[in-house]
């Protein structure tokens, strides 16, 4: 009888992997395990993924390191969620012939989020929603974004969407990161300001660097 090959799916948490594209041709093909919990220490994931040629793995979730991909001589393929993962050692995967693939994603949801998170601090939703449902009535007074002024560090395409939505909330917005131009700022919407002018003039800041050496000793 033909062994199929194993594929694992890490930390979906939410258990939504298979709702998330049309799966059926893979469980015709291979056996699919799928992890919900997280496996916290190295010992755990390289126990767990002994018998398996393909890891999926979600985005900055459980970390492939050097010394993990070493101890899985079985491991031929790793999908990961998104464009980027920095919790790979993609080093390490080409040296043992480890391939690596990207899936296609959304880019709105970052900056989605981002926005969502500014309105429900500045609107106080989830403290009014508790309120609510335990029978009492309207807390505190929100503020308004009208008027207001946005720090953003970090004017890439996550930086470069939030000042749209800034704009449409008639926000100033002022941004800064180590490369950013006056031309490049300006085409945005934005204005270049230096790191500690936007930290004492804004009223709101959001960050979107990518994580690195270098963004670590920029802040």
């Avoid at 939410?14 to 220490?41: E, L, P």
């Avoid at 449409?168 to 990161?177: Q, T």
């Amino acid at each position: 009888m033909k062994t199929l090959p194993q594929i694992a799916i890490l930390d979906d948490y939410q258990n939504v992997a298979f709702s998330f594209g049309d799966w059926s041709a893979i469980h015709k093909n291979a056996d699919v395990t799928v992890f919900n919990h997280h496996m916290a220490s190295q010992e755990e994931v390289v126990r767990s993924l002994q018998p398996f040629q393909v890891v999926c793995v979600m985005r900055e979730r459980t970390p492939l390191s050097r010394e993990i991909l070493s101890s899985l001589p079985n491991l031929k393929l790793i999908v990961s969620t998104g464009r980027r993962n920095a919790s790979i050692d993609t080093i390490a995967a080409e040296e043992l012939g480890i391939a690596i693939s990207i899936t296609g994603y959304h880019s709105s949801g970052a900056p989605e989020l981002t926005w969502a998170l500014l309105l429900a601090v500045t609107r106080h939703i989830v403290a009014e929603s508790t309120s609510l449902r335990k029978g009492n009535w309207q807390r505190g007074v929100g503020v308004d974004l009208k008027g207001k002024t946005i720090g953003i560090v970090g004017l890439g395409n996550i930086g470069s969407t939030i000042t749209r939505y800034a704009k449409a909330f008639e926000m100033e917005v002022l941004a800064w990161s180590e490369n950013l131009t006056v031309e490049k700022a300006n085409e945005h919407g934005a204005r270049l300001v230096s790191k500690e002018e936007l930290f004492k003039m804004a009223d709101f800041v959001t960050l979107h660097l990518v994580l690195s050496q270098r963004s670590i000793l920029a802040m």
